[in-house]
């Protein structure tokens, strides 16, 4: 539970896949010196997805199937961050699972590229993406800082 691995899911490692993060590199500029590692479930076993995911503290990444990964961190603190591309219908899947899981929860929106709600490739907007990611690296912070113990009390 204590573990504090940030993870970016992305769906960019296959090539002519839909729904990709056209503008992901520089979104990965400003999340790697943060301490953000790229997983993508579509390119890893679903051993190794469980391993990552359960010792994930932050996840980021495109509204999909690969965010159902962060039932693999239940019963320990966890903070989303999902990007939700602007043509959908309002989906409520993950805000749901952090709500009943006790995760932590931001969502930014994403500029889709058509007109296909979800089934679209889109452009991350980077601001809104890394202001979320700072909420909750603040949320981390806070959650994993250890409790002061006065060492001339028993408390």
Known sequence: PQARLRLYVSRNGQAGTIRQILNEEELLAKLKPLGFQVVD?????????????????????PHGAGLTNILFRKGAPMALVEMIND????YY????????????????????????RQMTNAHADIDSVVAAVTDAIRWEEATYQPAYKDPLTKL
């Open 87 to 90: 043509t959908t219908d309002t």
């Open 41 to 61: 479930p579509g390119t890893t076993t679903l051993a190794a997805q469980g391993e990552l995911f359960s010792r994930a503290s932050i996840v980021v990444g």
């Open 93 to 116: 899947h993950f805000l749901q699972i952090a709500r009943l899981c006790g995760y932590f929860y931001r969502a930014t929106l994403n500029r889709s590229e058509g007109t296909w």
